[in-house]
């Protein structure tokens, strides 16, 4: 059985691994008539490509994206695009070490135990360059949405690195773009620039959780009971390799407000209804409720230190292990275009699931 796909009509099969040739995505229900540039799937592939800044790996990847299939001149057939990314700065010498040892936090030791074996260059399919080829399916995804939803607009910035959160009441969305943590707090991430380089210089990492709102999203997306907004974005997020727990609105804090404090109270405004507050993320009973569609969702620290750590081989010897190459201190860095990926393709393909059943048509209130 494969589970390489996902997606209902929207439906995005990556393939390819980390120290192969090339990785890449089979994008299928793609409308047609839609404007596909590789400029434009640059852009977002850019913007997760490694070596950026003394942060993240500095695996040397232009991650340019190839388009083989699925448009003519410049736009959407309708059938089946393909997007290749070849890989041309692998290291495979680097991991030569750990051919019989298996990486304490990594799935090699799952990956032998269910296959019998495993790709021990950087992971294989495990490897967090899969992810390169989600980013570049979004980018088709967001070229559709810009056609079918103008208003809706995509956003991921990192609130907490480690221990260290941002303070919401400095929260400036002109700052995502202007430092190396995708962070809206300019004085946070001053500090986490401190932080994180010590942690570096010290072979260690740490984990972060990542932030994604989507706004401008239309009311009525998603349906009970399998088929929810909310269920396919949790699943969506939880599927990035080294993602641990996912929220939406609230999250787990909500177990800790009363129903009095959680309730969004509504209000008709001259447009419909408003509400007075977005604890439910923008989702309620599994559909979008036309509020910002709000995703959090938690990076594991980088396995891969210098720092030498206790493990087994494949013969059942204990060994310490130090795993060399180039990895990043905080993975969560490049999850941000990644979480951003993986919800411009769930809500594209909850948007075609709710024009196939409903035309679009929508209860009246007023």
């Not at 059985?1 to 997606?7: E, I, K, L, R, V």
């Not at 201190?329 to 941000?336: D, H, N, Q, T």
Request: with cysteine; charged share 20%; glycine share 12%.
């Amino acid at each position: 059985m494969s589970f390489n796909t996902f997606g209902h009509l929207f439906r995005v099969t990556t393939w390819g691994e980390s120290h192969g040739p090339a990785l890449g995505a089979t994008v299928d229900g793609c409308p047609p008539g839609v404007t596909i540039d590789s400029d434009a799937l640059q852009h977002w592939l850019d913007r997760r490509k490694p070596g950026q800044n003394k942060f993240t790996t500095q695996r040397q990847e232009p991650d340019a994206v190839k388009i083989l299939s699925g448009t003519f001149e410049g736009v959407s057939t309708g059938t089946p695009i393909q997007l290749m990314i070849e890989n041309t700065d692998q290291r495979s010498k680097d991991y030569g070490e750990i051919a019989r040892a298996f990486r304490p936090g990594h799935a090699d030791i799952t990956y032998h135990q269910k296959y019998g074996l495993r790709d021990y260059r950087g992971g294989g399919r495990s490897s967090a360059r899969e992810t390169a080829a989600r980013v570049a399916a979004g980018g088709v995804a967001r070229a559709v949405l810009a056609q079918l939803v103008p208003g809706l607009k995509i956003t991921g910035y990192m609130v907490q690195i480690g221990p260290h959160k941002i303070d919401r009441a400095r929260f400036d969305a002109t700052q995502i773009d202007q430092n190396p943590f995708w962070c809206p707090d300019a004085s946070a991430a001053a500090d986490w620039a401190v932080y994180l380089d010590d942690l570096r210089k010290a072979h260690n990492s740490v984990g972060a959780v990542i932030e994604v709102t989507a706004s401008g999203v239309p009311a009525g997306l998603g349906a009970p009971i399998y088929a929810k907004l909310d269920s396919d974005l949790a699943a969506a997020m939880m599927s990035i390799n080294a993602v641990k727990a996912v929220e939406i609105g609230e999250g787990m804090e909500a177990a800790t407000l009363t129903g009095v404090e959680n309730a969004d109270e509504i209000r008709m405004g001259p447009n419909g209804p408003e509400f007075l507050s977005n604890h439910a993320g923008g989702i309620l009973g599994g559909i979008s409720t036309g509020q910002d569609v709000v995703v959090r969702f938690a990076v594991k620290p980088t396995s891969s230190i210098l720092t030498p750590r206790q493990t087994i081989t494949t013969a059942g010897e204990e060994v310490d292990l130090i795993t060399k190459g180039r990895h990043d201190p905080c993975v969560g860095i490049r999850a941000v275009p990644v979480g951003e990926a993986m919800m411009a393709c769930v809500i594209l393909d909850h948007l075609l699931l709710d024009r196939g059943q409903t035309g679009g048509l929508r209860g009246q209130i007023g």
